[in-house]
């Protein structure tokens, strides 16, 4: 969590996100749409790119996914699909509403929810 931490630095949004599997982080990323000429070039995008790659699947469901801020719908969609088994956030929410969002989301595609403090 704390490599993701110091990722959101580096972008525009201050948002990171890693990918670990079995232990070993496998694919990191930070908001870079503006520098990329990307819209969808989001910290989590990025790293599940990087991922897939790395695993040379698109599914990812042993991995877990850490990022700095809750996923926008773009992102939660790109999770979801890519199987991601769990999801550690550090909720440094501006937006609230956001995640509520996310949730309802969520929710609708029958995704199980677990908070932990």
């Known amino acids: 969590m704390y490599r993701a931490l110091k990722l959101a630095n580096k972008g525009e949004v201050p948002?990171?996100?890693?990918?670990?599997?079995?232990?070993i982080c496998i694919a990191e990323g930070w908001n870079q749409p503006i520098a990329c000429?990307?819209?969808?070039?989001h910290a989590e995008i990025i790293a599940?790119?990087?991922?897939a790659k790395q695993v040379n699947?698109?599914?990812?469901i042993n991995a877990?996914?850490?990022v700095t801020l809750?996923?926008?719908i773009m992102c939660a969609g790109a999770i979801i699909q890519a199987r991601i088994?769990?999801?550690?956030?550090?909720?440094?929410m501006r937006k609230p509403e956001l995640l509520a969002v996310v949730l309802i989301f969520?929710?609708?595609?029958?995704?199980?929810i677990r908070w932990s403090a």
């Not at 599940?48 to 991922?51: C, H, T």
């Open 70 to 72: 809750e996923p926008c």
């Open 57 to 60: 699947n698109y599914r990812l």
């Open 48 to 51: 599940l790119r990087q991922a």
């Open 85 to 92: 088994k769990r999801v550690v956030l550090v909720l440094m």
């Open 37 to 41: 000429c990307d819209p969808t070039a």
């Open 106 to 112: 969520c929710e609708i595609l029958g995704i199980i």
């Open 64 to 66: 877990t996914l850490y």
């Open 15 to 23: 948002v990171g996100a890693i990918i670990v599997q079995d232990d």
